[in-house]
């Protein structure tokens, strides 16, 4: 190690600490999948029974939140079928909607590359949250093309059109008002803009592609599908459809009751946000904690160590709580996932914890256990630090 530098370690043996940074325009993921893939490569020459092991890899959350994100979009669009499937009871139909999901995503896809917009976590997020509102469109335009055929309407062209423009003028009122909901999350400036900015320009420009779909591809595929299929009859009112409506005609009876039902409700439901608690983004599935340790100017880095080694007891005796930690004590560690700046009067560690650990409840406890540990003037100082980068 350098002068001044007692080294560093990784679970109680020692160890050389390699960081490798990505540059701005890298892509996070290639950069770990190179990496890895050229590990193995260079093990062999590694002295004795040294290897490498991997500390912290930002691939790893980043891969988790896009299959998260693929897995519950595909489960929303099933589930949006099965839904439709149900109300309409025609296998075509339901069919001309469920088309309606993938072409509004991909045409989205589509004009997101063209504006520079990569896929990612936000992206995909907001892919996610757009799929049970795509539809909707689609869904109210087949509605109503199917109304005009059971009472009975001329099964032409004509027909399809005209039940179409009925309503094109209210989904597209209905899309643009919820397209100017997110738009504003794109306006936020900062961190916090750069992050919603993609979310909200994927939304926007889902919703305003399943209204295009809706008004082109769908009546499209109706008259292709339903102009010649049996189009089942209109039922009577079942039981859930009669009590609906009498709720209905006593709410519209009684709108001050409602409206101060809602008013009401409304307030009471903000003494909850207190309860909630705040964050800058959840916590990742992936979790560590970083502890600094800070001597005073001059203190040698052989009576850090000695203090780092108390908390490294710590960590080795909760192997139920934490996997890996690496710690380097004295010197430089420009690269340090904590950015602390080096210097022999301190040390630096990150440990990863194992699934299900409480973050903040280890960092309490280890807080406390090192209560005696600052009374020679060293500061300890813990944090948490999500996969996710915070």
């Known amino acids: 190690p350098p002068a001044g530098t007692v080294g560093t370690r990784a679970n109680g043996r020692p160890a050389a600490l390699i960081n490798i940074v990505k540059t701005a325009d890298a892509n996070t993921v290639d950069v770990s999948d190179g990496v890895k893939k050229i590990l193995p490569e260079l093990e062999p020459g590694l002295p004795g029974r040294a290897k490498f092991v991997t500390v912290y890899d930002a691939s790893k959350s980043i891969n988790a939140s896009i299959e998260g994100m693929l897995r519950e979009g595909l489960l929303g669009a099933l589930f949006a079928v099965i839904v439709i499937m149900i109300f309409l009871r025609n296998g075509r139909a339901t069919l001309i909607a469920a088309v309606s999901i993938p072409l509004s995503v991909v045409t989205a896809m589509v004009l997101l590359k063209q504006i520079g917009v990569t896929l990612n976590v ?6 996610t949250v757009a799929i049970g509102r795509v539809v909707d469109d689609s869904i109210v335009v087949i509605e109503n093309i199917f109304r005009h055929l059971q009472r009975g309407d001329a099964r032409t062209s004509e027909t399809i059109r005209v039940a179409a423009k009925e309503v094109t003028g209210a989904i597209t009122s209905s899309t643009l008002t919820t397209v100017a909901v997110f738009l504003p999350l794109g306006l936020v400036t900062g961190v916090i803009g750069k992050i919603f900015l993609p979310f909200a320009l994927t939304v926007a420009i889902a919703l305003l592609a399943s209204l295009l779909v809706a008004v082109s591809v769908v009546p499209l595929m109706a008259k292709w599908m339903l102009l010649s299929a049996k189009v089942p009859e209109e039922h009577a009112e079942g039981r859930v459809m009669r009590a609906y409506r009498r709720a209905l005609d006593w709410s519209l009876a009684h709108r001050w009751i409602v409206v101060a039902s809602a008013t009401a409700l409304f307030v009471a439901s903000l003494a909850l946000v207190p309860m909630i608690g705040t964050g800058f983004v959840p ?6 904690i970083t502890i600094e340790v800070k001597y005073p100017e ?3 880095a052989t009576e850090v160590d000695k203090t780092v ?3 490294e007891k710590m960590i080795l005796a909760d192997k139920k709580n934490f996997e890996l930690y690496e710690v380097t004590v004295g010197g430089s560690n420009e690269f340090s996932m904590s950015g ?3 210097g022999t009067n301190k040390a630096s560690l990150m440990a990863r914890l194992n699934t299900g650990a409480d973050t903040n409840a280890l960092i309490e406890k280890l807080r406390k256990a090192s209560v005696p540990l600052e009374k020679n003037g060293a500061q300890i100082t813990y944090s948490r630090v999500d996969a996710s980068g915070t």
Not at 122 to 127: A, D, K, P, R, S
Not at 283 to 288: G, L, R, S
């Open 122 to 127: 936000m992206t995909l997020g907001g892919l």
């Open 340 to 342: 602390s700046s080096g």
């Open 298 to 300: 001059g203190t040698k």
């Open 283 to 288: 916590e990742a599935k992936e979790k560590y």
């Open 309 to 311: 080694k108390q908390i």
